[in-house]
T-cell receptor, first 108, second 114 residues
Framework: AQRVTQPEKLLSVFKGAPVELKCNYS??????LFWYVQYSRQRLQLLLR??SRESIKGFTADLNKGETSFHLKKPFAQEEDSAMYYC??????????FGKGTKLTVNP | ETGVTQSPTHLIKTRGQQVTLRCSSQ?????VSWYQQALGQGPQFIFQ???????GRGNFPPRFSGLQFPNYSSELNVNALELDDSALYLC?????????????FGSGTQLSVL
């Protein structure tokens, strides 16, 4: 069963515009949610995780249990934010499951 | 501190053959996870190894098997290759018991099955 859903395959914004990458999950209980990022010609790497409640490179993500969402947001997008973004989740004894990814393009 | 390394980087096989992919985990890590990433898709969990034993498996047939060695390096073996096995295979290491699943990924092995 699909645990993590990213509804947008592609997202394009202009530099300086706000950006929101959507992620919905279908875990019960208290899952752990993550955002991973893959910049061009680089390996997949952790961007942030909900338990840390941190802001990395200006990005934040809040776990909304009512809406079962974990959207990634940044108020002012930069060109270097262009990358593939993957939402991932882990619940119970299951291992980390990834969404299909959203390709973000930030235009100058 | 060395990162996760995978070999080979690219591989071409024909249908029915067998393949072995290798992964060296990041220094200090004791857990290795393998993922398959088809073109345009997110990584799909194959299995995880911890202390040389399988510690979780995704929805993959038994012809996908693995090993973890005492130095925590790992192999992914695929028997009777099928065309649909063509994908990027990612290895990720982590530290079990650290309280989270922060994975450190390798660059992957691109497998093409003809």
């Amino acid at each position: 069963a699909q645990r993590v859903t990213q509804p947008e395959k592609l997202l394009s914004v202009f530099k300086g515009a706000p950006v929101e990458l959507k992620c919905n999950y279908s875990y019960s209980g208290s899952p752990e949610l993550f955002w991973y990022v893959q910049y061009s010609r680089q390996r997949l790497q952790l961007l942030l995780r909900h338990i840390s409640r941190e802001s990395i490179k200006g990005f934040t993500a809040d776990l909304n249990k009512g809406e079962t969402s974990f959207h990634l947001k940044k108020p002012f997008a930069q060109e270097e934010d262009s990358a593939m973004y993957y939402c991932a989740g882990q619940g119970g004894s299951e291992k980390l499951v990834f969404g299909k990814g959203t390709k973000l393009t930030v235009n100058p | 501190e060395t990162g996760v390394t995978q070999s080979p980087t690219h591989l071409i096989k024909t249908r029915g053959q067998q393949v072995t992919l290798r992964c060296s985990s990041q220094s200090g890590h004791n857990t290795v996870s393998w993922y398959q990433q088809a073109l345009g898709q997110g990584p799909q969990f194959i299995f995880q190894y911890y202390r040389e034993e399988e510690n979780g498996r995704g929805n993959f047939p038994p012809r996908f098997s693995g090993l973890q060695f005492p130095n925590y390096s790992s192999e992914l073996n695929v028997n009777a290759l099928e065309l649909d096995d063509s994908a990027l295979y990612l290895c990720a290491s982590s530290l079990q018991g650290a309280g989270n699943e922060k994975l450190f990924f390798g660059s992957g092995t691109q497998l093409s099955v003809l």
